[in-house]
């Protein structure tokens, strides 16, 4: 399995731009109208408006394209409400410890979600499940991701909680963007590096899970 069609999966290199391009904006804004948050706000909501009619056009998923929007009408809506410019970090901090305890939690009930990913993109639906190491290199690269949501909240929520205006939304906006594809490549690398690690020298690999012939037969997803 090529990487970058996981990485393409996970979001990839689009996705961290329609993620961070609204909240560079909002900051940009923010700084250019002399820490206006009307004016920050209006103009990361348009942004992200442009930004979800390209991709329309585009054909990307429709589904995919609303939810991006609606988080940041959420967080606009949240710092127009709230009167603080840092909260614009909040709904990403939330999101990102939502996806940790998500993640963790598909791991301890042994469906980890690096590989239902995995599996869906081979075609595989649930069959690796059956195979023991495969089982055990998912879960353990999977928490990585895990890893990777918890760094994204203990970065922000610093930035989040400061008392200096310029601090949180400035040093927030910065973090947030490290944060996004920089951050996501290198999880992607350290997964793959764990699950290589931790398969038998003569496994087959993620394409050829090995089944032993008494397992029961693989879960089924609905169509």
Known sequence: MRQ???VSLL????GAFDATAPLVVFVLTWLLTGNSIAWAAGASLTSAAAIAAVRLVQKQKPRAVVLGLLSVAVAVLIVLYTGRAQDILLPRIVSNAASALVWAGFIVFRRPLLGLIVGALLGQR????LDPALLRAYSLASWVW???????????????????DDLAVIGGG???ILLSWPLLILCLLTS????????????????HPQVPADAPAPETTAS
């Open 4 to 6: 970058d069609t996981l």
């Open 11 to 14: 979001g990839g290199k689009r």
């Open 126 to 129: 649930t069959h690796w499940r």
């Open 146 to 164: 895990v890893a990777m949501y918890t760094l994204r909240v203990a970065v922000l929520t610093p930035f989040w909680n400061s008392d200096s």
């Open 174 to 176: 910065l973090a947030q």
């Open 192 to 207: 793959g590096w764990i699950i290589k690690a931790t398969l038998p020298k003569d496994h087959p690999g993620l394409r």
